[in-house]
């Protein structure tokens, strides 16, 4: 399958396929795509040994998921995100070095969204839907297994995973926009911010 953008699906939805390009700078937050081609977990861990040690596969337009899978006899059964924002801090490094997606559930820091700009975006996937997500992967390989099933790098060949681009390389952000418009209408209906005495 080429890299970059292969076009697009039903409904509107865009397909991509890695190594990413220039054409995620195309996307915009709330788009729907469809990602194939390999991606790398990667938690907490493997980012401070990425860190101290230098990153394992090649990072140009490259997709890092932050996700421990669970894999069986070389079978990936389970391979939901984690929460991103556990990698607000460690994230900058992988985006100057060329990364060009991030993966995950629950959105990401301001900070991050200001690294993402004008270089990649932020790809949102709903946590709970493991199976799901393994449905649409196999096995390629791993880096550092020495960190444990959860937090190795593991190289994960995609096959159409639906994702949706939560925070685009313009800097907006779906989950910041939910929580402003969630505060804005419960100061509307009780007149203070959520978690202040009236």
């Known amino acids: 399958m080429p890299p970059g953008v292969c076009g697009r699906g039903g409904a ?5 396929s890695t190594p990413l ?8 937050a709330g ?4 990602l194939s081609g390999t991606v ?7 980012h401070l040994r990425m860190q101290e040690e230098g990153i394992p596969f090649d990072p140009s337009g490259a997709v890092v998921y932050h996700c421990g899978p669970i894999i069986s006899d070389g079978v990936i ?16 490094f992988l985006i100057r070095s060329g990364v060009r997606a991030l993966i995950g559930k629950g959105g990401m820091s301001r900070g991050v969204a200001e690294q993402l700009r004008a270089c990649g975006v932020y790809l949102a996937f709903t946590g709970g839907c493991a199976a799901l997500a393994a449905s649409h992967m196999s096995l390629k390989g791993v880096y550092y297994e020495d960190l444990g099933m ?11 995973l639906p994702l949706i681009v939560g925070i685009d390389s313009e800097g907006r952000d779906l989950f910041e926009e939910v929580s402003r418009k969630a505060r804005m209408r419960f100061e509307n209906m009780f007149g203070t911010e959520p978690g202040c005495a009236p």
């Not at 788009?31 to 469809?34: E, L, S």
């Not at 790398?40 to 493997?46: F, G, I, L, Q, S």
């Open 31 to 34: 788009d729907r795509v469809t």
């Open 150 to 160: 959860a937090e190795a790098v593991w190289a994960i060949d995609l096959e159409r």
């Open 21 to 28: 390009g220039d054409e995620v700078l195309s996307l915009r």
């Open 12 to 16: 509107g939805v865009i397909e991509l």
């Open 40 to 46: 790398y977990t990667a938690r907490d861990e493997a």
């Open 77 to 92: 059964i389970a391979a939901g995100p984690t929460t991103s924002a556990r990698m607000n801090d460690l994230s900058g």
